[in-house]
C-alpha cells in the first residue's frame, strides 16, 4: 500500500529540539521528491521545507530557515525534519507530502500522511 | 512573501455548482493546484496543472485558470464535497497556499 506515516511529534517547552521522520511505503522513495506542510489549530496550511529526491537539494520557508533542516535516508524510506529553537508559533499538525511526478521540488502533492502534533509551549 | 486570494467561505445548494477562486498576480505565469480537506483529515489533491484530475478524483471536479485567477468549480456538488479548499503554486522553490475556502452544501 503506498502510504507516508509520521512520528516524532510531542509537546515541548520554548527553546526545545525535536525531530520528526516520515515512513514511506509502496513506492520508490528516491524517485520522488518530499516536502512538510504544517497546519496550525485552526488554521490553513504552510508548506515548511522540501528536499528533492536525490537529497541534495533542500529548500525552507523564511519561518523556519536557519532553525529548522530537512533530511532523508533512502535506505529506510524516511524523511525527517529536525526542528530546533522552537517557539509557541510552530505548535502545528505536521504532514509530509510527496511530490506527484518528479524528484525535483516544485509539482502538486499527491500523496500525504496523516500528521503528527506538535505543541511548544510553557 | 508571495500570497494567494480565495473567499473565507462559498455555499452552494445540493446538486448546484460550487466555484472557489484562487487570485494572485503570478497566478497567469504558475502552475495552479487545488486540495480538499475534510475536517480531521490531510489534505487530498483534487487538480494538479492547473486543470488535471487524479486517478480517482471525479469529473465533477474541474480546473481553470484566466488571467490572474484560477477557478475550481465543483459541478453537482454532493454532501460529501463539504470541506476546506486550497490552491497551490511554487514561487521560486517556495510552496505557496492559498488562505483556503470554506465550502458548505446546503
Known amino acids: 500500500e503506498v502510504q507516508l506515516l509520521e512520528s516524532g511529534g510531542g509537546f515541548l517547552q520554548p527553546g526545545g529540539s525535536l525531530r520528526l521522520s516520515c515512513e514511506a511505503s509502496?513506492?520508490?522513495?528516491?524517485?520522488?521528491?518530499m516536502s512538510w506542510v504544517r497546519q496550525a489549530p485552526g488554521k490553513g496550511l504552510e508548506w515548511v521545507s522540501g528536499i528533492s529526491g536525490s537529497g541534495l537539494s533542500t529548500y525552507y520557508a523564511d519561518s523556519v530557515r536557519g532553525r529548522f533542516t530537512i533530511s532523508r535516508d533512502t535506505s529506510k524510506n524516511t524523511l525527517y525534519l529536525q526542528m530546533n529553537s522552537l517557539g509557541a508559533e510552530d505548535t502545528a499538525v505536521y504532514y509530509c507530502?510527496?511530490?506527484?511526478?518528479?524528484?525535483?521540488?516544485?509539482?502538486?502533492?499527491?500523496?500525504w500522511g496523516r500528521g503528527t502534533l506538535l505543541t511548544v509551549s510553557s | 512573501s508571495y500570497e494567494l486570494t480565495q473567499p473565507l467561505s462559498v455555499s452552494v445548494a445540493l446538486g448546484q455548482t460550487a466555484r472557489i477562486t484562487c487570485g494572485g498576480i503570478i497566478i497567469g505565469s504558475e502552475i495552479v493546484h487545488w486540495y480538499q480537506q475534510k475536517t480531521g483529515q490531510a489534505p487530498v489533491l483534487v487538480i494538479y496543472?492547473?486543470?488535471h484530475r487524479p486517478s480517482g478524483i471525479p469529473e465533477r471536479f474541474s480546473g481553470s485558470k484566466s488571467g490572474n485567477t484560477a477557478t475550481l468549480t465543483i459541478f453537482r456538488a454532493q454532501a460529501g464535497d463539504e470541506a476546506d479548499y486550497y490552491c497551490?503554486?511554487?514561487?521560486?522553490?517556495?510552496?505557496?497556499f492559498g488562505s483556503g475556502t470554506k465550502v458548505t452544501v446546503l
Open positions: 497551490h503554486v511554487w514561487d521560486n522553490d517556495t510552496a505557496v
Open positions: 507530502a510527496k511530490d506527484y511526478s518528479s524528484s525535483a521540488v516544485g509539482g502538486s502533492f499527491d500523496l
Open positions: 509502496g513506492f520508490t522513495f528516491s524517485n520522488y521528491a
Open positions: 496543472a492547473d486543470r
